[in-house]
């Protein structure tokens, strides 16, 4: 069976297809083009986004395993079905991750003086560096744990770094077994004095085990980790009368989920193997899938390679991509003007990371703070900074005696104990926090400022694809509205209040809301279209997502490419459309961005038989968007800003460099530049100095996927993607 097989030919499992998207993640690390540390960064983040695959999605088709569910996707792939192709798709990624690491970038990396050495392979002077290291800051720390009847085997925790210790009593010659785990209060890669180079711990502590086993005979050590569940069992039959603590108390016990994954040094004894598999099946609950050989996995001599993210941070510029400064909106430029008065002049679009994010939506939050006439702020925050500028603007207005209410998410997932942290920060400043809706994750990013203004009261709104976050917002490329359009402004009110109050809106004036009628507006805006095709009139449709999985969306777009409308799509990560079907989706085109930026804004453009309507949010066409998530998606009437979202639109499906397509069978095909001698083409979207955009196209490259290193000074690709982990997998 092809590893994106499916029972059902019109789609493409939605496991495997997430495994493809990060396998261009991992070709990214694997392409001579990009600069060596950022080869490293993103084979780190290949492998920290296969921990959260395991975490979630492995571990939820496992427990399905468990349940005896026979079928669980419109692929119509059972669960033991997928674990199999999951399974040999990880161990042929893995294979290419060793192959890479080990044959590729640490030779590359000790050619520029970066080294990760063997404790061998220190100086004497390095030695007695290492020796004082261990004994002032190692050894205090270290807890051996024995292994026998009078000492059961220990709790391990999630993806932590552990090892196995095989031991001799010399007076007895019995062999004893024993587990020290690898502190994660210690850097991983301790430095040796020796410029960028660095010995791992757990090499240093394997080293001086007889300082934690005194008498014993230390016969060898290997080291594992575990993978266990870490999603969050929330039920919402009803509703909880604390979700905070609902929330605090899943936190624990995720703690202790099941074990989905063993990852074992190369080289470990099989009789070790077979013990901890033994040891940790003990420890499982009954009803859980026990644990097999398909979950033990042995990734080389270095395990937890998402840990290299620090070897990639080292002081060598030239080998990483030059820093990109963004801009000011022209808007947004002259300091003497308030942004409200420029807002209430002109909407502002922005493009992050090209337009400043602290110029523009913390520059609108932190004002409203400062502004005498502004009576109240509100906020949807599902991922932020807590130490940034926009938290501290909001607790500034709240002790200025403004109304803030700030809805916090806290199923964000992973970044559960961060917003629970900051939002009782907030609620100490006299914040109104809200903490979400049962049953629902408010997904939208969406600020609202009222003011009192000479004329009356106005609102103020910024609507965004992106998280309220600061860091992500230099690297994730996402677009934002602020405007104070009347219909928009009384949308958004009337949203937040029935996310702090009570509500059963069922419809809105301008904005495509989620659940209410998110799912309604798009599935009409796709048979509009088709009903342009059927009717012998031009049908288009452009969407750039993150992922596509939602079957009713599907099938509609398929009815769609049938009648004879054009649909291009460029969807980052899970696609589960086919393409290019006979019959089918002839006229479907599918394409994956992925670089430096990570690709997050959702647009989408409705030919609508010559009079294009365009909309950005943040949804994905995926069923939780729709049905499980409060989301918002505004429509962009604003002639130049089409225009501008068209041209991003354009970027994305001309680019010949980062694009990958799918392909009906569901694998993907990286785009190369045309006939030879052609030169491969960067494309981004610049602000010139009277604040409009200009489409540059002249960055060349190599032809050759192998070829040298991108030239010095070039500057990113609005369709250059970064981080490759999806908001949740």
């Known amino acids: 069976m092809h590893a994106l097989a499916s029972k059902n030919p019109a789609f493409l499992n939605r496991e495997l297809s997430w495994l493809e998207f990060n396998a261009r993640v991992l070709h990214e690390a694997e392409d001579e083009r990009t600069p060596l540390l950022e080869r490293v960064k993103f084979l780190a983040i290949f492998a920290s986004n296969l921990d959260e695959f395991y975490m979630v999605r492995v571990a939820g088709l496992r427990r399905q395993l468990a349940a005896g569910v026979l079928q669980t996707a419109a692929d119509g792939l059972s669960p033991a079905e997928q674990l199999d192709l999951i399974d040999a798709r990880v161990r042929a990624l893995i294979a290419r991750q060793r192959h890479l690491l080990h044959a590729v970038l640490l030779p590359l990396l000790r050619r520029v003086g970066v080294r990760l050495l063997a404790m061998d392979e220190l100086a004497e002077d390095e030695h007695a560096r290492i020796d004082q290291f261990f004994e002032a800051q190692v050894y205090p720390v270290l807890t051996p744990l024995a292994v026998d009847p009078g000492h059961p085997f220990p709790y391990i925790s999630n993806l932590t770094l552990s090892l196995a210790v095989e031991l001799r009593d010399p007076e007895s010659g019995e062999v004893r077994f024993a587990r020290v785990k690898v502190p994660k209060s210690l850097p991983r890669w301790v430095p040796t004095g020796r410029p960028n180079s660095f010995v791992p711990l757990e090499a240093l502590i394997a080293a001086r085990l007889e300082a934690l086993f005194p008498g014993m005979e230390v016969l060898g050590c290997h080291l594992f980790r575990l993978t266990r569940y870490s999603d969050l069992d929330i039920q919402h039959t009803e509703e909880p009368e604390d979700l905070l603590a609902m929330i605090e108390e899943q936190l624990f016990q995720r703690r202790f989920g099941e074990v989905v994954r063993l990852e074992v040094q190369e080289g470990m004894p099989e009789h070790l193997r077979a013990l901890l598999l033994d040891e940790l099946r003990a420890s499982e609950a009954p009803e859980m899938a026990p644990l097999s050989e398909r979950e033990v996995i042995a990734p080389g001599p270095l395990l937890d390679v998402s840990d290299l993210l620090g070897l990639a941070s ?416």
């Not at 342009?532 to 992922?547: C, S, Y």
């Not at 960067?682 to 050759?704: E, F, M, N, Q, Y």
Request: aromatic letters at 8%; one cysteine or more; charged letters at 25%.
């Open 314 to 729: 080292v002081d060598l510029p030239e080998h990483r991509d030059p820093p990109f400064i963004a801009v000011v909106p022209s808007e947004l430029r002259d300091a003497s003007r308030s942004i409200f008065d420029v807002i209430r002049e002109r909407e502002v679009l922005v493009h992050h990371p090209f337009d400043s994010f602290g110029a523009s939506v913390e520059t609108f939050i932190e004002s409203a703070a400062r502004d005498e006439q502004v009576l109240a702020i509100k906020m949807t925050l599902y991922r932020t900074s807590g130490d940034g500028a926009i938290v501290q603007a909001l607790t500034q207005a709240a002790q200025r005696g403004k109304q803030v209410a700030v809805l916090v998410e806290l199923q964000a997932r992973f970044d559960e104990i961060n917003n629970i942290a900051w939002a009782r920060t907030l609620e100490s400043f006299g914040v109104h926090v809200v903490y979400g809706l049962p049953g629902l994750k408010t997904h939208t990013k969406t600020a609202l400022v009222v003011r009192k203004e000479h004329d009356g009261i106005r609102r103020y709104v910024h609507i965004g694809t992106g998280n309220y976050n600061t860091r992500t917002a230099r690297i994730y490329t996402d677009i934002g509205l602020l405007t104070c359009d009347e219909a928009i402004g009384a949308d958004i009110s009337d949203l937040f209040n029935s996310l702090t109050g009570y509500s059963r809106r069922a419809e809105y004036r301008r904005l495509l809301v989620a659940p209410v009628n998110l799912r309604a507006r798009v599935l009409g805006l796709i048979d509009r279209e088709t009903a342009h095709a059927m009717a012998g009139r031009p049908g288009r449709i452009i969407a750039k997502m993150n992922a596509l999985v939602d079957p009713e969306c599907i099938e509609a777009l398929y009815r769609a490419s049938s009648a004879g409308v054009e649909v291009d799509l460029v969807v980052r990560g899970i696609c589960c459309l086919r393409p290019g079907v006979q019959g089918l989706s002839d006229r479907i085109r599918v394409r994956s961005i992925i670089g430096r930026f990570l690709e997050h804004s959702r647009i989408w453009m409705f030919g609508n038989d010559g009079q294009p309507e365009y909309f950005f949010g943040s949804a994905d066409w995926m069923p939780r968007n729709f049905d499980r998530r409060v989301e918002v998606v505004t429509p962009v009437a604003n002639p130049h800003f089409q225009e501008r979202l068209q041209q991003v639109l354009d970027v994305c499906l001309e680019d010949n460099r980062q694009a990958w397509t799918l392909q009906p069978d569901g694998s993907y095909v990286q785009v190369q530049p045309g006939p030879a001698g052609e030169r491969a083409t960067h494309r981004i979207l610049l602000r010139d100095s009277w604040g409009t955009h200009r489409d540059t196209a002249a960055w060349p490259l190599p032809v050759s996927p192998l070829a040298n290193p991108k030239p010095a000074g070039r500057p990113p690709s609005s369709s250059m993607a970064f981080l490759a982990i999806p908001e949740e997998p």
